[in-house]
């Protein structure tokens, strides 16, 4: 690093004077991944803005992916996508449900968007001449979409969770940012708060700092003495532990933070208050608080979910049901709906590549409704078309989503309408019957990474339907990801025979929902409804579908 790299450059000047008026949180980790950065943002943001604040959170991941959308769930779980559409972590699934805030594309970037970015704008003769390097380069289109989400003026807090742990390589441009930023806005301005685990020695009965101490010296070696811990614990930590902690990490003893094992996710709003996080945030950064937390909602929503008075049994039918996390929006989705409804919703996860004639009654039988989720890629399809038409015929309540509707147009050609041979053609490109096909615009595109359909499009709804009455509404916006189509040529054909057609996106007359006549409840939807639910709004598909699988579950009792 040359000693030109230590030094602001204009553009950091400039970008400290202009954004001084939000407040930066960094959060960093240590000692393991998958502590839960995601959560602990999530959860501070959820406090500071029940205290009237404005917040929003950004993620930035260390690879070298452009985004997640071209990554196979099994290795990053849910591809989260946001109104402006853009494939996004599915850590800002969780901001968006505890803030119940939008996101966008500039709440998550990678390093190989920063690369992308740095490597085009070189290409283009914009750095006159200079060696591109990591310092300043990076590290400055690093700041530069750090401080993107103060453009607008409209936050208080800005949140920015660091991926990976620090020490790994690839986060340490981001760390080296991080640094510059607190340099530039000053301590009142910008604070780190550093994740870790204390583990627990269950032969000695101890629970050990000395992991925690190594990776706050490694981030003091970076230059970045974090303001606050959060300790991630499965045992409370004694005042002792709390002592060592602070006299070895060098925080003051009220920033060592507990951040005990929870029942669930949404019980940690709750405990970093009653550890005082939210407090401690607002004194490092000089903020007078506006009022208390007002957190009655989001305790109306935790008494309900844990004290319910109904339970249903939901099946997901989907590919990739090892990895929970691959549906994690949905199963998030059923939560919020299921406090809505006073009801605990069990999910039973079911591989579709295990459903066909000779089992689907056996696995789908006594079941109280059945999902079947979005996937893409062939394997798997036939096991979805099987659970769909027992469902049909069965009269089980119905959630198609994305590949789950398409599926459910298929069986329908194939069982109903006797089209024999119908297909997908993301499953059969030689079928003669492709109810279920590429948009022309689409058969073009060559490039995998952000060519889909993506983002929030319009729908309208017919009135008089089951949709309507579900949504309570004509006109919805929903968010997709997808690039296979309801094909209009077989509208007629199918809507006559009983599946109607009943959303439309009005200006390319796209088919977004399909439900079906003389069924208590089958509805398919092109979108995708798990992107929209949070805690405070849960998604009426969600909210009607548990109340089905109750009805359901009390006329076959
Ligand atoms: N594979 C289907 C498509 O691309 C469905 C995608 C999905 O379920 N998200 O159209």
């Known amino acids: 690093m040359g000693i030109e790299g230590q030094l ?27 502590l839960g950065k995601g959560i602990i943002s999530a959860s501070l943001g959820k406090l500071l803005q029940a205290r009237g604040f ?23 779980g ?99 940012a991080v640094r510059q930023v607190r340099w530039d806005l000053g301590s009142n301005n910008a604070l780190v708060i550093h994740l870790t685990l204390i583990p627990y020695l269950s032969a000695a009965k101890e629970l050990k700092t000395k992991p925690t101490q190594h990776s706050v010296k490694e981030l003091l070696s970076y230059g970045i003495q974090p303001d606050i811990l959060v300790c991630r614990t499965e045992h409370a930590l004694s005042m002792e532990i709390r002592k060592k902690l602070a006299l070895f990490c060098n925080v003051n003893l009220n920033s060592v933070i507990e951040a005990i094992d929870a029942e669930t996710i949404y019980d940690v709003p709750m405990l970093m208050r009653k550890e005082k996080l939210d407090e401690r945030v607002l004194a490092k950064l000089k903020v007078t608080p506006k009022h208390e937390p007002d957190l009655e909602q989001w305790k109306v929503f935790l008494g309900k979910l844990k004290n319910p008075i109904n339970e249903v049994t939901i099946g997901l039918v989907g590919k990739y049901v090892t990895l929970p996390d691959a549906y994690k929006s949905i199963a998030e989705a059923f939560i919020h709906a299921g406090a809505e409804n006073d009801c605990k919703v069990h999910l039973k996860w079911i591989s579709s590549e295990d459903i066909h004639k000779d089992t689907v009654k056996n696995i789908l039988g006594n079941l109280d409704a059945v999902l079947v989720a ?55 490109p030689k079928t003669k019957h492709p109810v279920i096909d590429m948009m022309e615009e689409q058969k073009k595109i060559t490039n995998k990474g952000g060519t889909m359909r993506l983002g929030a499009y319009t729908c309208k709804i017919k009135k008089g339907t089951k949709a309507f009455h579900v949504y309570g509404d004509s006109i919805i916006q929903e968010r997709h990801r997808h690039r ?74």
């Open 54 to 76: 404005s917040v929003t959170i950004q993620k930035f991941d260390p690879y070298i992916n452009i985004d997640p959308g071209t990554l196979n769930p099994y290795e990053h």
């Open 78 to 176: 849910e591809c989260y996508v946001t109104d402006d559409g853009a494939e996004t972590d599915l850590d800002l699934g969780h901001y968006e449900r505890f803030l119940n805030i939008t996101t966008s594309q500039a709440n998550n970037v990678t390093t190989g968007r920063i690369y992308n970015n740095v490597i085009t704008k070189e290409r283009k003769g914009e750095y006159l001449g200079k060696t591109v390097q990591v310092v300043p380069h990076i590290t400055d289109e690093i700041k530069r979409n750090i401080f993107l989400l103060s453009e607008s003026g409209k936050y208080d807090f800005i949140i920015t969770e660091i991926g990976g742990s620090v020490g790994d390589i690839e986060s340490l441009p981001f760390v080296e």
């Open 484 to 557: 296979y189509e309801f094909n209009n040529k077989y509208l007629d054909q199918i809507e006559e025979a009983g599946l109607k057609a009943v959303g439309i996106n009005p200006d390319t007359n796209l088919v977004e929902i399909v439900e079906l006549k003389d069924h208590p409840w089958f509805i398919g939807v092109q979108y995708h409804p798990e992107l929209k639910s949070t805690v405070l709004n849960p998604h009426p598909l969600f909210v009607k579908f548990v109340e089905a699988a109750m009805i359901h579950k009390k006329s076959n009792s």
């Open 8 to 34: 602001p450059t204009f553009a950091t000047k400039f970008l400290r004077l202009r954004m001084s008026s939000a407040k930066y949180i960094f959060v960093t980790g240590g000692v393991t991944s998958s």
């Open 374 to 428: 979005p996937g893409f890629g062939e394997r798997g399809l036939e096991g979805k078309i099987e659970a769909i038409k027992f469902v049909r015929e069965h009269k089980i309540p119905f959630l198609g989503i994305c590949l789950g509707m398409q599926c459910a147009v298929v069986e329908f050609a194939r069982n109903v309408l006797h089209l024999a041979d119908a297909s997908t053609t993301e499953l059969n």
